[in-house]
């Protein structure tokens, strides 16, 4: 109880250096757009000097719970990691419910970037899969509804939702993740750093094989779901209740 009462006034002093409000109560004083910490996760790829504390844009605040993305890409990772033998006929349409990467955002990466004490105040989320997730412009085959604590935005989410235009979609990935793989193209950037493919949770129609993708422009897009070079930007929701 003590270790978690001390996270949490870390966490306060945080959201207020950043919001400069008070967080007496802390929902109160986020808002869309505000930068958070919160987890640890290797970024500056020294891993003499530990993982570095992970930054979050505030994408959405109700009644005391937000919705976090990471500023940064943090890893690289296929959606679906391809098996031995496999082909892009035998493929078949890669769902977000069935892919490797739910199962690693919600496994490995969920316990090492989170403590207990953390991840007990990362909500399980209904996950929406269904076809109203699809892009205006882009119908996504609609998949299983899941339930998460750790998720990827979807079409409509990173498309119209929550971004404003293509320069608010970009993003870069950490010294971390471009030494695991992710591509940073020297065109565009965000924060400073060139930015790169990252991963959406949305099927795609255009082939089987493709899944859901913000492109280093800033459109919407999709790769091959085995692409090693693409990034991982998780999204959750936060309780600060708790």
Not at 106 to 132: K, R, W
Not at 166 to 186: F, I, K, Q
Request: proline content about 4%; aromatic content about 12%.
């Amino acid at each position: 109880m003590k270790r978690r009462l001390i996270a949490w006034m870390f966490l306060a002093v945080m959201l207020l250096s950043v919001c400069g409000g008070t967080v007496g109560g802390a929902e109160g004083a986020l808002s869309p757009g505000d930068i958070v910490t919160y987890g640890r996760y290797e970024q500056d790829n020294d891993q003499q000097n530990g993982p570095e504390p992970i930054e979050w844009i505030v994408l959405d605040q109700r009644e005391g719970k937000v919705l976090l993305l990471s500023r940064y890409v943090l890893d690289a990772m296929p959606f679906h990691a391809a098996k031995e033998g496999d082909t892009w006929e035998s493929y078949g349409v890669v769902f977000w419910d069935r892919c490797t990467l739910r199962t690693w955002l919600n496994g490995e990466f969920l316990n090492v970037a989170f403590t207990p004490e953390e991840q007990a105040a990362i909500l399980l989320t209904d996950v929406d899969n269904s076809a109203a997730q699809s892009a205006a412009d882009r119908e996504a085959k609609p998949g299983d509804d899941t339930q998460d604590q750790i998720f990827l935005l979807s079409y409509h989410e990173a498309g119209d939702l929550y971004f404003a235009d293509l320069e608010a979609r970009r993003c870069a990935p950490t010294d971390y993740a471009a030494s695991r793989g992710v591509y940073a193209a020297p065109y565009f950037q965000a924060d400073g750093r060139d930015t790169c493919y990252w991963w959406l949770r949305s099927s795609t129609p255009s082939h089987d094989y493709h899944a859901g993708a913000v492109a280093n422009v800033g459109y919407l897009d999709s790769l091959i779901a085995y692409a090693g070079d693409a990034g991982v930007r998780p999204a959750l929701w936060l309780d600060l209740a708790r």
